[in-house]
């Protein structure tokens, strides 16, 4: 399949919160449980790291990153967010946008990328290993479902190798 890795922009925001939607109807892909307007989402990730796979025009998936923390010691920390639209999975997109995204967050000054993902979503957890991310723990029942399910999610982290800190 042929497809382009672009900046996300507003416009394509639409196409993202459905692909957003079908991972919220997976239930082992995210803790939230509806879409947030495009301003509540775009005021909680990194404006210069966000990126969409398109083929003709359409979103295949997104990844894009938000801060951990105000605190200035952590300005070069940020959380991944990946999401690839159903129909679109196994295909190698994810790969594609997560190994672009940490080169971008490199250009931005990150040097360490994190990911907390629930403990079920085996291919999202092999996909981070596959782009240099490492285990680091587990937070057990650390989030409970509508349904009342009790999740654990696995801790992820990929240290940036241009900042001399590994």
Known sequence: MNYTIEEMKKSDWE??????????NTGI?????SIPTFEEWNTGHVESCRLVAKS???????ATLSPTSSRAV????????IY?????????IGQSLLLNLIRL?????????QSG?????????EL?????????????????????????????ERRSKIVGIN
């Open 84 to 92: 690839i639209g159903e129909n679109y999975r196994g295909l190698g």
């Open 74 to 81: 952590y300005s070069g920390v940020a959380e991944v967010s």
């Open 15 to 24: 196409e993202v919160a459905k692909i957003y939607f079908e991972g919220i």
């Open 128 to 156: 981070h290993k596959k782009c240099g991310f490492r285990e680091i723990g587990i937070r057990e029942k650390v989030a409970k479902m509508d349904n009342g399910v009790w999740h654990d999610t696995v801790l992820m």
């Open 105 to 113: 967050s490199e250009e931005n000054n990150f040097w360490t990328l």
């Open 117 to 125: 993902i629930i403990r079920e979503n085996a291919a999202s957890i």
């Open 56 to 62: 003709e025009g359409n979103v295949l998936g997104f």
């Open 29 to 33: 892909a995210t803790f939230q449980n």
